[in-house]
């Protein structure tokens, strides 16, 4: 490969992958191999795809001849598992097959950015401090960010290479069958309610309703993981990366709902589920009838991730400090992210 520098994006098919490809790609200055269990676009350009298996160190080691060149590896991949210690034995293990199978073969390999998120803080658990800030104390509880980050510390040691994280919250983008697609969930459950004539019901809790919440878009995202691996100022650091402003659902809610041309409800605290219990019929219905990409139902929406976020009864902030001191100056309006994103999914058929 030309350039001078080559990202090695494990993920690559994901929200967060596959919106860090296209950035480096468009960048020129790239050139790019993608990792995923699944094959992903044809390569070409400045562009190599390899299906691989991450839990299969064997496949990763026979991956690593093709990353030589590889001076830069994103590790953005994750395995989900109901079990928290099973799921940093995985997450952990895939980092592992990847770095090491690309240190092997890598000699000019400089960086290692690792995607984190708010999970660090105990978002998902209950109340925690806020802001919250990179140097917050760990919590008790097994977390495998934590598992993940120990392992590079230490494997790092000793050696040129540097590493960073980063910790968005709620990642904004456009993918199919990625589990933890807010917009893509959002997209769905709204045009149900249209499809039925129902208002824009909040499935959720009254105190969520009226939190403090933030959100990240992939493509700030994506700047964010190039700036951290481009810049020395963020050798071996953490940053906290969001939209850089924070909203209360009460106060989108309206947006979102003129968007689905449906009146805004208020909380109901009813599942999407139990108030949807034919959604999927609906949903092959509506394919039909307006000509929409043939995906079930099901690679769009995951009711189970939307009704958690949803039950979130606290507030959620991350403070921006520490990337803002750094250089990192980009800011989006969280409200425009949501309809922009919204709009592109009605513009390419994934929605009515």
Known sequence: MASAKVALVAGARGIVGSNLVDRLRGRGDWNVIGIARTAGSASAGSYRHLAVDLLDSGQCRGAADACRDVTHLFYAARAGRADPADEAHVNVAMLRNVLEGTLSRAADLTHVSLVHGTKWYGSHLGRYRTPAREDDRRLPQINFYYDQHDYVVQRQQGHAWHWSTVRPHIVCGISVGYPFNFITSLAAYGSLCRALGKPLDFPGTEACFNSVSQATDAGLLADALIWTAEDPRCDDQDFNI?????????????????????????????????????????????VRQHALQDLPLGALANWPFLDFLFRADWDDMSSTVKSRQAGFHAAMDTEDVFLRYLHQLREQRFIP
């Open 242 to 286: 969001i939209n850089g402003d924070y909203f209360r659902w009460c106060n989108v809610w309206p947006q979102l709902a003129a968007f689905f041309d449906v009146p805004a409800g208020g909380s109901t605290d009813t599942p999407i589920a139990t108030s949807m219990p034919d959604a999927d019929a609906i949903w092959s219905a509506l």
